[in-house]
């Protein structure tokens, strides 16, 4: 396993929260556990107080990503690296899948944590997976949805770097909407040539009947 899968944890816990619409999914302790996915001895070590220090960690990990996005790049490392001192993981190799019919274990990198709660612990793999995201990818690969009011976070693993939304339905929706404006931009044009050409179309009328000057 690729340790920059791990990047994918910092994405839900961003996820989680939606500023700009001003909606919170992550209320309960269950919403908490949830994010833990199939790790299942992990998420169990999560309590109410986790909903707090979740949270708090969630804000710090969307301002990476909102640096990210403007073109700091220097404060998104910073702010990063703050997370990586504060919630520290270690490599560990893993077997647990098999290479050959002599069952043979598939050695892969896993990273272990050392977490005094369940929010340590999300985080050190969170910050952890992100930095190898970063450092192997770019700084312009985390990025925040143009969709607005989305603002989700997201890696962009496209070939060319053109990613700009979370999403495919978010992707639509700014698409349609830019057709709309268009649309909309394009009739007001109209309607704006249309009345200055009977604006003209009348002056040039009245133009003619008017008698030439010194005309008897």
């Not at 949830?34 to 109410?48: I, V």
Request: glycine letters at 6%; aromatic letters at 6%; one cysteine or more.
């Amino acid at each position: 396993m690729e340790l920059a899968f791990y990047s994918d944890y910092a994405v839900r816990l961003v996820n989680t929260e939606e500023p700009a619409r001003g909606t919170d999914g992550l209320t309960t302790v269950e919403a908490v556990r949830e994010l833990f996915g199939g790790n299942q001895s992990a998420a169990r070590r999560a309590t109410e107080a986790d909903v707090t220090r979740f949270r708090s960690v969630r804000a710090r990990l969307r301002a990476v990503f909102e640096a990210a996005d403007g073109g700091d790049e220097t404060l998104a490392v910073d702010l990063l690296n703050s997370l990586l001192l504060e919630f520290p993981v270690s490599p560990q190799i893993s077997g647990h899948d098999h290479r050959d019919e002599d069952d043979r274990p598939l050695w892969h990198m896993h990273l272990a944590d050392h977490p005094s709660n369940a929010t340590a612990g999300y985080a050190a793999i969170a910050a952890m997976g992100l930095a190898f995201h970063l450092t192997e990818y770019g700084v312009d690969r985390l990025g925040l949805c143009e969709a607005a009011p989305c603002r989700n976070a997201y890696l962009d693993t496209s070939t060319n770097r053109s990613r700009r939304y979370c999403s495919d339905r978010c992707a639509t929706r700014a698409n349609v909407a830019a057709y709309r404006a268009r649309k909309r931009l394009e009739a007001d044009r109209s309607e704006s040539t249309g009345l200055a050409a009977d604006s003209a179309q009348r002056s040039t009328a009245s133009g003619e009947r008017r008698p030439p000057l010194g005309g008897r």
